[in-house]
């Protein structure tokens, strides 16, 4: 019960900011583009290591690709720490509503990246918080959750 009224807080938070919030919208493709943003949970190493192999897919085409991911443990464990290219944030960085506080999110959402995919399959609240209110010009992502913030959504079953 207390998980879904920090939830719903969190909720009114995020349109409140969503107001005031705008940003420049333009549909790219892996063409147009050359900066591109991966946000994802980290639920496991394997989901990791696609995740890894996308990016790597990206980068061959001359993309510029960052990646921030969201682990829901306290620490981050060992074997994501093997991946040197990705900002990862942990529970403990993120405010009792659902907004993260690691630094590196607020310079990522700040980012005008060309295209931002969001590779969560279910709704993560901070990262519908980085999603909704970063400056990427185009956002990609699945149908997960009510109020997508994304530009072009993708119902995978």
Not at 69 to 91: G, R, S
Not at 105 to 128: C, G, H, Q, Y
């Amino acid at each position: 019960m207390f998980k879904k009224f920090k939830l719903r807080i969190g909720h009114k938070k995020l349109k409140k900011q969503l107001k005031s919030f705008s940003r420049e919208k333009k549909v790219h493709n892996f063409v147009s583009a050359r900066k591109v943003a991966i946000v994802f949970y980290a639920s496991s190493k394997s989901t990791f290591q696609q995740i890894q192999d996308f990016a790597n897919f990206i980068t061959k085409l001359n993309l510029e690709v960052t990646m921030l991911a969201y682990c829901p443990q306290k620490e981050i464990p060992q074997e994501f720490q093997q991946f040197d290219n990705v900002n990862i944030f942990t529970v403990k960085e993120v405010n009792w509503c659902g907004k993260p506080l690691a630094p590196f999110t607020e310079e990522f959402m700040a980012t005008n990246f060309d295209i931002l995919i969001d590779l969560s399959t279910e709704e993560i609240f901070p990262l519908k918080w980085i999603v909704s209110l970063s400056k990427a010009k185009f956002r990609v992502g699945n149908l997960s959750y009510p109020d997508n913030p994304n530009d072009l959504i993708i119902n995978v079953k």
